[in-house]
Each structure stands twice: as C-alpha cells, then as structure tokens.
C-alpha cells in the first residue's frame, strides 16, 4: 500500500473536531494488567490496531478469556497473577517491540516456557536491554544471535528484586523490570536518567498494586497481586501530533483533537511545538483512569527553527519523525540532538526521515543522535517508509506545506497504530490518495 499526497503552491487547511484512536501505550497495558487481575475489568476506547491485537492475541493464546474488541470496547477476564497456561506455539507479536519488551518481564515469572517472537522489522530490533537486567533478577532468557528476537524465556525461575539503575532512558525498560518485579521476592527498584512516560506505574496502581514513586526511580514490592478495574483508553498523543504538526504547518488551519491523554510524561511534543511558535490551546481537562485527558485546539502558526532541549527528547521520542517534518516548514534552522534511541525504532528513524526529506529537497542532515534541518520549501518525490507507520504518516502530512505530490512507499504498517488514518485525514482537508499494490 502506498499514499499518494497532493501539495500545491497553496497550502491547504486542516479543519474540523475529531477523534484520534486510543493511545497505543495505554492500551497495551490494560490488556497486560487486566489479564493478570482477580476478576473482570472493562475497557474501552482500545486501539484496535495490529500492535495491541497482537498483545491481546497473547493472552488469549495463554488462556485468558475476552470479549470484544467492538467499537473500542474490551472485557476481560482475569486468570490472576499465576494462572497464565503455556501457549501451544510461539507467541507473534508482529510489528510491537512494546509487546515483546514488557511481556519478557511478565513472562519472567511464570512457570512456562515461551517463545517469543516478531515479524522482520522487529527481529532486528536490540533486547539486551531488557534480557540483562532479566538476567540480574534471575530469569533465563536466550535471544537469538546480538541480543536480537526470537526471545526463549524458560519458566520456573526464581525472580529476586534488584535496583537496576537504566543506561538508557526507555519507559520499555523500566516496565519490563517492574512487570518482573511483581513476581520477585523483596523490592525492586528502577532509576533512570531522564524522565520517561509513566503509564506502567499509573495503571498499576489503579490496579491496587503499591508503588513508590521517586523523583527518578519507580519501586514495588513482591510477589504483588492485581484487582480487576474498567480503564478508559484516551486518545493516543502520538496519533495526535499528526494533526498537530499538519494544522500548524497548514494555512487556515483549525482543528480541535478530542479527548487526548495528555500525562506530563507524554506532552514533549505540545512543548517543543509551542517553543518553535505553534497555536496550541488545551480545554476541557480532566483525570480519566488515573490519567489526565484534555481537547486541544490547534491553528495555523509560522513556525521557527529552534535547538530542542534535550530535557525534551525522551518525552517526544515516538513523534520525533512528524517533528521533523515542522522543522522542515518552519523559518531558520532546528537542531536535534540526545536522540539516537530513534536509530533502534520500527526503522532507523534519524537516517530514514533524513533520506526522505532530502527526496523533497530539504536540507536535513543526520548526526549520530539526532538530525539539523534548514526549514524551507519542501518539493515533491518519492520517499521509502521502510515499513514505519509513524514515518509514512510524518510524510503524508508534509503534503500540507509541499509544493507538489509526494509519493510514499510502504504504508501497510500504518494500521499498527492508526488504523484509517488516510480516511481521517482526508476528512479534515489532506488531499491523500490510498493505492493498494
């Protein structure tokens, strides 16, 4: 599948009140917490994209009983926290290096064998981040040559609570060893660098699991146990800043995004497009499930070019490849750097987006942690998605500066986290052509 994007000399507007899917991360979690829970938990607002089915098909290969998903609505009902059964098969979790790294905890603690394995893009994708500190708790984990996937996670191992201190600053990380936590004796600890999203500690505890939270390390206690809760999944920020970025790069522009969960751990990318000069106003704010939701309304703005904080970085790392997209609309230069966790995503996030702007005529540069993009005039061409949903929807919405078509390859992956993405675009304004090869 690819899309095709009409530009113009004239940039088009992005108008209307919608509603972005769920957001991904949270709906990973509640499929997770609530299968392990004592008693049934309601969900709704779950992304229905190929990321978190593969993570309720998991569970449900593992013995868990589900209902849905219909219309964003799932009811689970939870086996507790060792009444998980060994699969028949490997456990395919696709295209969802989330699902592969917080399930390797979890798994960490059962009395079964697993496998676990993923599609092409993400066996290549690096799990010794998350197989060390396993190793350190004393599970006994095998991956394939380089520390890549398939994941073998051998059972009836005796998980002991550790203060892991992260080299990186990945939320991934932090989950995974908490997951597996919650099957080891005593405390464990983990402290990290810089800030990351905290869904795993906020919906732990609205599942009655204590957690002690730091200024930066997060510890809990166990052998621990889940109650069963309803969650309420809010729009997914990531899938927003799409519609951001579009509206404020975008001439006439105004469009408001419904119900978007905005956790302070998440809104890097609202905060380094304000600092670049964009219209972005919040209402309606309110806490849902433990997690704070809000309307943003987003109009046109004249972006400028800015050095981005590197205190920023962490918080927006999933909506680098759309901000990328601003830098190359807006006036002057921006500087990107504390950013190579973007080389180890879905692709190669620094060398592909750089490759593809380039194809349009921007000056962007790549570095080793990061990118400097002279804004401009973006051109037409063709771009190589490299099978990444958020580049290919980064690209669709530079459409809206362009001054000519772009074509992008490799769309298929979109529906791992926005599924009818071109449909809803195109009902605001983008003038987006889908071509199914």
């Not at 402290?191 to 905290?198: C, F, H, I, S």
């Not at 530079?398 to 772009?406: P, R």
Request: charged share 20%.
């Amino acid at each position: 599948m690819k899309f095709i994007v009409q530009g113009g000399l004239e940039k088009s507007g992005l108008n209307g009140t919608i509603r972005v899917p769920g957001d991904k991360s949270i709906s990973h979690r509640s499929i997770m917490f609530a299968s392990l829970a004592e008693g049934v938990s309601n969900i709704t607002g779950f992304l229905e994209g190929e990321d978190s089915l593969n993570t309720l098909r998991a569970f449900q290969a593992m013995g868990v009983h589900v209902d849905g998903p219909v219309d964003g609505k799932v009811s689970i009902k939870g086996v507790g926290m060792n009444g998980l059964q060994a699969p028949a098969h490997p456990l395919d979790l696709g295209n969802s290096g989330t699902s592969m790294r917080l399930l390797s905890g979890l798994l960490a603690g059962q009395a079964f064998d697993v496998e676990l394995k993923g599609d092409e893009s993400l066996s290549k994708r690096p799990m010794k981040r998350v197989t060390n500190p396993l190793s350190e708790m004393g599970a006994k984990v095998e991956t394939a040559e380089g520390g890549k996937p398939p994941l073998k996670i051998h059972g009836n191992q005796k998980l002991t609570g550790i203060h892991y201190t992260m080299p990186m600053a990945s939320a991934q990380v932090k989950s995974c060893c908490l997951l597996a936590g919650l099957y080891a004796q005593g405390k464990t600890c983990v402290t990290e660098p810089a800030v990351t999203r905290d869904h795993t500690e906020r919906m732990l505890s609205a599942f009655g699991c204590e957690v002690e939270v730091g200024d930066s390390t997060v510890c809990l206690n166990g052998p621990a146990k889940l109650i069963a809760t309803d969650i309420d999944v809010p729009g997914d920020i990531s899938s927003a800043a799409f519609f951001m970025v579009g509206a404020s790069i975008a001439d006439d522009a105004d469009i408001t995004l419904e119900h978007i969960g905005i956790n302070p751990t998440r809104t890097g990318v609202i905060n380094i497009l304000k600092l670049m000069g964009a219209d972005i106003t919040t209402s309606n704010q309110q806490e849902v499930g433990g997690e704070p939701v809000a309307d943003i309304r987003i109009k046109s703005a004249q972006l400028k070019g800015i050095h981005i904080p590197e205190g920023l970085v962490p918080l927006a790392i999933d909506e680098f490849p759309v901000l990328f997209v601003a830098a190359a609309c807006a006036e002057g230069q921006t500087v990107v750097s504390g950013a190579e966790e973007l080389r180890v995503k879905e692709s190669d996030r620094i060398q592909v987006m750089a490759d593809g702007l380039q194809a349009l005529g921007v000056n962007a540069k790549s570095t080793d942690d990061g990118m400097i993009i002279q804004g401009g005039e973006i051109g037409s061409g063709i771009v190589h998605s490299h099978d990444d949903h958020r580049i290919a929807m980064a690209f669709a919405m530079a459409g809206l500066c362009a001054n000519g078509e772009i074509h992008i390859e490799d769309c298929d992956n979109v529906n791992t986290s926005f599924p009818d993405f071109a449909g809803l675009a195109a009902s605001c304004g983008l003038s987006i052509q889908v071509i199914n090869d």
